[in-house]
């Protein structure tokens, strides 16, 4: 091992570093002497290369998916059994190569996880993390572009990880005492219920339990000991010694368990939902002053953060289907989670997006807080979700009743309509290319892979100026000016207010004051601009 190698074990960071990093050498060095031996003048020796180069391309990508693809038709399990299999496996295995090995009694899936015995998988599973991505994008060049841009994030993330990560006393240690007692898979070490002496016991058992020598091996003993007496695990699962016994040199057979994935992912999603959905009322109900824009860039993030989520939970619903769960099970299981409304479990099971009207609580203490600060203010200022109000129904009907599983959020039609109204100024028309209700509009039509490449942080997407192409793209093209008829007389006030306000219609009315303003109150504004008696 090389000095690095030495050094980083000395870290609290990497686990098992010697055997990725000698894998890695091996390799590169049995391809350099492949290449020099192919090269040679002498027949025997570039034969002997071929073979060579041809052996470890055998080796390292041929045998994993010959023996997947055979166990697959041995089996008759197909590829959207393999891709649902994917989404319930835990995550140190949804790169693995994974070979099916049959079926339990209530026809869900067994598998192997090939890579725990492939001494080559470091060198190929980054490869199948860009494959996977893919395989979950839409067939169209963005998604797909998007989709290996986020498969190669996972790839470099498969190549850094055993060098990167929390060594296993460092993990243990922090989820005991930093992360107050939950691990990163989000498992709990101790309660908050705990007293002070429980909590410290825990935290010394969950270091020493990471600590133990061969933990992998004596949980395998373990589980062959159950199969042989009968006894059932601690989630009664049921252990087969035909399953277990392989295990000793690492084939043991899995049991999917799509059941009990849909109870964790069910959680998981109701928990998302509710956060996506108070990105856009926590911030407007602290009592200040906002403006419609304010209130619709609001509504147009948190609305795709849901859609995100939503997207995602029909994307599991739909791999528990591809395993043998039946729909009545799959609404009977989701149907459990407290806070989840009717109408959010019908558009899951029929893969339909419905976007989320503002709440009457919402509205009502929009129209109080506005209410306050006008008296306070001694001012007059329309209430901002009213005036955001046919924004936000147009948002709604024009993305009502998308396919969850093949269609995106749009809000770019809005964008557009915007601009031409004069309410932002374009890109072509000499706009500031800093217009952040603008890059913010782009930003939430924007496909997951693309905002995870920013991970999820919009200040970094907006520097990046990635949206300004769009912004160019979606700007609608100015006529050629006409000559028009002489207009009639106005005064200085009403042509210098025109030109400070670009919003101002023929009736010498904005869009805003139109649609607010008593005729009385639009007179008095008609007579400050010079344009009335």
């Given at each position: 091992?090389?000095?690095?190698?030495?050094?980083?074990?000395?870290?609290?960071?990497?686990?098992?570093?010697?055997?990725?990093?000698?894998?890695?050498?091996?390799?590169?060095?049995?391809?350099?002497?492949?290449?020099?031996?192919?090269?040679?003048?002498?027949?025997?020796?570039?034969?002997?290369?071929?073979?060579?180069?041809?052996?470890?391309?055998?080796?390292?990508?041929?045998?994993?998916?010959?023996?997947?693809?055979t166990f697959k038709a041995i089996h008759n399990v197909s590829n959207?059994?393999?891709?649902?299999?994917?989404?319930?496996?835990?995550?140190?295995?949804?790169?693995?190569?994974?070979?099916?090995?049959?079926?339990?009694?209530?026809?869900?899936?067994?598998?192997?996880?090939?890579?725990?015995?492939?001494?080559?998988?470091?060198?190929?599973?980054?490869?199948?993390?860009?494959?996977?991505?893919?395989?979950?994008?839409?067939?169209?060049?963005?998604?797909?572009?998007?989709?290996?841009?986020?498969?190669?994030?996972?790839?470099?993330?498969?190549?850094?990880?055993?060098?990167?990560?929390?060594?296993?006393?460092?993990?243990?240690?922090?989820?005991?005492?930093?992360?107050?007692?939950?691990?990163?898979?989000?498992?709990?070490?101790?309660?908050?219920?705990?007293?002070?002496?429980?909590?410290?016991?825990?935290?010394?058992?969950?270091?020493?339990?990471?600590?133990?020598?061969?933990?992998?091996?004596?949980?395998?003993?373990?589980?062959?000991?159950?199969?042989?007496?009968?006894?059932?695990?601690?989630?009664?699962?049921?252990?087969?010694?035909?399953?277990?016994?392989?295990?000793?040199?690492?084939?043991?057979?899995?049991?999917?368990?799509?059941?009990?994935?849909?109870?964790?992912?069910?959680?998981?999603?109701?928990?998302?939902?509710?956060?996506?959905?108070?990105?856009?009322?926590?911030?407007?109900?602290?009592?200040?002053?906002?403006?419609?824009?304010?209130?619709?860039?609001?509504?147009?993030?948190?609305?795709?953060?849901?859609?995100?989520?939503?997207?995602?939970?029909?994307?599991?619903?739909?791999?528990?289907?591809?395993?043998?769960?039946?729909?009545?099970?799959?609404?009977?299981?989701?149907?459990?989670?407290?806070?989840?409304?009717?109408?959010?479990?019908?558009?899951?099971?029929?893969?339909?997006?419905?976007?989320?009207?503002?709440?009457?609580?919402?509205?009502?203490?929009?129209?109080?807080?506005?209410?306050?600060?006008?008296?306070?203010?001694?001012?007059?200022?329309?209430?901002?979700?009213?005036?955001?109000?046919?924004?936000?129904?147009?948002?709604?009907?024009?993305?009502?009743?998308?396919?969850?599983?093949?269609?995106?959020?749009?809000?770019?039609?809005?964008?557009?309509?915007?601009?031409?109204?004069?309410?932002?100024?374009?890109?072509?028309?000499?706009?500031?290319?800093?217009?952040?209700?603008?890059?913010?509009?782009?930003?939430?039509?924007?496909?997951?892979?693309?905002?995870?490449?920013?991970?999820?942080?919009?200040?970094?997407?907006?520097?990046?100026?990635?949206?300004?192409?769009?912004?160019?793209?979606?700007?609608?093209?100015?006529?050629?000016?006409?000559?028009?008829?002489?207009?009639?007389?106005?005064?200085?006030?009403?042509?210098?207010?025109?030109?400070?306000?670009?919003?101002?219609?023929?009736?010498?009315?904005?869009?805003?004051?139109?649609?607010?303003?008593?005729?009385?109150?639009?007179?008095?504004?008609?007579?400050?601009?010079?344009?009335?008696?």
């Amino acid at each position: 091992m090389g000095r690095f190698g030495r050094a980083l074990r000395l870290s609290p960071l990497g686990n098992f570093i010697a055997f990725p990093l000698e894998i890695m050498r091996t390799g590169s060095n049995i391809l350099d002497q492949s290449i020099k031996e192919m090269t040679s003048n002498i027949p025997e020796i570039a034969a002997l290369g071929r073979k060579r180069f041809a052996s470890f391309g055998l080796t390292v990508g041929a045998i994993p998916q010959v023996t997947a693809e055979t166990f697959k038709a041995i089996h008759n399990v197909s590829n959207e059994e393999m891709e649902g299999l994917r989404r319930i496996v835990p995550e140190w295995s949804k790169n693995s190569t994974l070979v099916p090995r049959g079926r339990d009694k209530n026809g869900y899936l067994k598998y192997t996880d090939f890579s725990y015995s492939n001494a080559y998988d470091t060198l190929i599973r980054p490869i199948q993390a860009i494959f996977n991505s893919i395989a979950e994008g839409k067939n169209d060049a963005i998604s797909l572009k998007a989709s290996l841009g986020n498969g190669l994030q996972q790839g470099a993330r498969e190549i850094l990880e055993p060098f990167a990560s929390e060594s296993i006393f460092t993990e243990a240690l922090l989820d005991s005492v930093i992360r107050d007692g939950v691990g990163k898979d989000g498992r709990r070490v101790w309660s908050e219920a705990d007293e002070p002496f429980v909590k410290v016991v825990k935290s010394f058992g969950h270091i020493g339990k990471a600590m133990v020598p061969m933990q992998s091996t004596f949980n395998q003993l373990v589980r062959l000991e159950k199969s042989i007496t009968g006894r059932p695990g601690r989630y009664g699962e049921e252990f087969n010694l035909s399953d277990e016994l392989p295990g000793l040199w690492g084939f043991r057979s899995i049991q999917a368990n799509p059941e009990r994935s849909l109870v964790y992912k069910t959680t998981s999603f109701n928990s998302n939902l509710k956060k996506a959905e108070n990105l856009f009322t926590s911030p407007l109900l602290r009592g200040g002053r906002v403006s419609s824009d304010d209130i619709l860039n609001g509504y147009q993030y948190s609305e795709s953060r849901r859609f995100h989520i939503l997207k995602e939970m029909a994307k599991d619903i739909e791999a528990m289907k591809h395993l043998g769960m039946s729909d009545a099970k799959i609404r009977k299981e989701i149907s459990k989670r407290r806070g989840l409304g009717k109408d959010v479990i019908n558009n899951l099971m029929l893969g339909r997006y419905v976007p989320k009207r503002p709440s009457n609580f919402f509205t009502q203490r929009m129209s109080e807080i506005n209410r306050d600060l006008n008296r306070q203010q001694g001012v007059s200022v329309p209430n901002p979700y009213l005036v955001a109000l046919p924004s936000i129904n147009q948002i709604i009907n024009q993305n009502r009743n998308l396919d969850l599983l093949n269609d995106n959020i749009n809000f770019s039609q809005l964008a557009a309509e915007g601009m031409a109204q004069g309410g932002r100024v374009g890109m072509e028309d000499g706009g500031e290319p800093g217009d952040k209700a603008l890059a913010a509009n782009i930003w939430a039509t924007e496909p997951e892979q693309v905002k995870q490449a920013f991970n999820y942080d919009f200040e970094q997407y907006f520097a990046s100026g990635v949206w300004m192409e769009k912004a160019q793209m979606q700007a609608p093209k100015q006529p050629e000016p006409q000559a028009s008829p002489q207009s009639p007389q106005v005064s200085a006030n009403a042509i210098q207010d025109m030109k400070v306000n670009t919003n101002v219609m023929q009736t010498g009315l904005t869009p805003t004051e139109h649609a607010l303003l008593s005729p009385e109150e639009q007179g008095i504004r008609l007579r400050q601009r010079g344009m009335g008696r």
